[in-house]
């Protein structure tokens, strides 16, 4: 429940907002590059609530969505071999590879177990050692360190049968490359808060120095969000473009020196493949040769071409598009056409924090809803419940 | 239709394809009734005696014992109130024990126990069961089975094609405390003071059924508050707005939820309802509700609307609108 106090403050914000916007000639593009902002701004409807001249649209934030097919199909085929197990995060089971799902992998007999870190995997390795734990490491910097502190402990502990598949991504080569597209007229980024309680500032200052755009480091509470696009405004509006970093009590300027030392100890750039956008330089994580033992892509079997017809179906999924900002999701030719939360074509119709699963769950008929509250007669408020603000997030 | 996922038991999208496809094979036969409900309601045998409410149950949660309960108290709390919130008084039950070989006994009879206090509390009597024990690996643990019987107390079942537009919706506490409870046993979190709202609801509803303007209730289990309310508009082909600023919080609930990525509002709950009512009694059914222990947090959360047939939308603080729509399958917690 959200406090009056921040209540007020996220309607100066929306005030400032429309106020900032209206003198623009030109309709502006904002872009979040995280999916837990993409699934807050759904969950709090602010996108009905900003001027028509502002939009803003989901960038590839989210850890699913920019799972590129090959890499899928390579996580699919682990189970399948006896003595393999394969752990994941809840949210990649549904994610539809060329024929089949973890989830459907699951359901045939492969041995595939949700967990919600890699410490939990490495464990699992540790209570069964005849079998191989394979750890499938997805997500960005706020992840990674987590997989990189179960490599180290590893290692220390001299587990043989623990491995990591990691897909581990970078975000600022992607911000780079988001950057210098030339036909996406962004205006401005609204950076992830997770990312930066790793990396810190520094990381991002690259946007506003060299590409003159708007940037700041938002929190995910209704408020800090409106407080992020309120600064981004007032940046356009001035033409003077820095790094703000609006999320201070949990990013500090260095970032997680620990987490960033956990992730250099582990880890080196590498290029990796990012679904929609193609193989970007740097922007994976990889084992270093020091962790190479633990490394699972020796472990994937060789995979068999895709079918013709499973690659069409495919071509017509236009998540890249979506993730570059180019369409939103109910542009795309399959958004709710055979495509649908029960049978996603698509990963960024199956993650919580999926731009099209965002779209469809909490923007779906909205806009209809909207013309007529005022005929509906509106609940009140009853009981004297003290509303306390939420609490217990974790970061690392 | 290929091979069945968890997802299939999860109580959303997928489950009502699922039990749809089962049912064809019946009604396509003449063999089952239109309206399938948890309870059926089987009208009397002569003139004038009362119908009678049955409803079959299976429960299969691990870990089997977790804070607020046990499998043996919601499996009796689970089938008393697919009575209770259709105005049938439970009197009498048929359990069903499958147990893997290998289970220890005395957690049997703890559960036993457990389930007996629900049953003692409520003034429900055993009148026959079934017991089976199967090989090991053949299932894990334990599963039971509750068939629930007892008298209609209203003139009509009380059911969700009374609904109309402009009626309240009453929330009898907050959601998803079941769920967030098991979600907390099996991610190994610890959060204080958090427990199952696992509890019989028979008390707490029986006050309302007495007002005229009383339309329905449902106990919002799989699927959770969500999932009803989108039940309820779709099948009624009606709207239903509700304010997320009027809903009933537990704050450990919201944190659970934030943490794995999981809304409350889809999260299971075993001893709390949705009750709707019409506008001139809705103050008193809240009166009602909020006066006995099970619904100190009860509130009026939203409205049937005629608007958006179909449609569940929920109005944030700021006075924007999302829909809520109904989840596909189990809740999986998300990545960060």
Redesign the interface.
Known sequence: ??SSDS?AR??AC?KAIHHLAAPLTEPLLLMEVC??HTMAI????????LPENLRLISGPGC??CVTHQRDLESALALPRQRGVLLAT???M??VPGYRSSL??E???GASVQ?V?SAM?ALELAISSPTQKTVFLG???E??APGTAAALIRAQRERVTNFFVLSLHKRVPPVLRFLASQKDIPLGGFLLPG?VATILGEEPFAFLAEEYSLASAIAGFE?EEILLALTALLGQITRQEFRLQNLYPQHVRPQGNPKARQLLEQVFRPAPALWRGLGELEESGLTLREAYASFDASPLVPPLEEPLKEDLQRQERCRCGDILLGRLSPPECPLFGRGCT??RPLGPCMV???GSCAAA???????S???G??E?????????A?Q??E?????FL | M??????HGGGG??SS?LIAALAQRFTSRGLASPEMEDCALLSGSSEGSKSRGISLDGFTVTPRFFPGGSLGKLAICGSLNDLAVRGVKPEALLLGVIAEEGLEQEELLKHMDDAAAVCASQGVQLVGGDTKVVPRGALDGLFLTTCATGTLMLPQAPGMTRLEP?D??ILTGAPGRHGASIAACR??LDVPGLESDCAPLWGLLEPLFALPGFRCARDATRGGVGTVLCEWAEGRHL?I???E??L??D?RV???G????LEPLYLACEGTAVVAAAPEDAAEC?KRL?SHPLGR???????V?E??PG?V?L?????????L?MP??DP?????
């Open positions: 429940m959200i209540l996220s309607r929306l999916g837990t759904a969950r709090h409807a602010l996108k009905q609530l850890p699913v995060y809840g949210d089971l549904r989830q459907e699951k359901a045939r949700v919600t939990e997805i997500g960005f706020t992840t997770h209704q939360p029960l993650s919580g924090e469809w769950r909490y923007e779906k008929k909205s209809e809803h909207v007529s509250i005929n509906t007669g509106s609940a009140q408020r009853t009981g419940a509303h306390t939420t609490e217990g997030r974790s | 290929s091979i069945l996922q968890s997802g999208r997928l394809e402009g309240a919706l991610y190994n709207g707005l509700v304010e600023e009027a009933p919080e704050t919201t944190s659970l934030d943490l794995l990525g809240l909020q947090e009860a509130a009026l959360v939203g409205y609307t608007e958006h449609t939308g109005k944030t603080s700021l006075g924007g609108i999302r829909v729509d596909v399958g999986l917690p998300r990545i960060c």
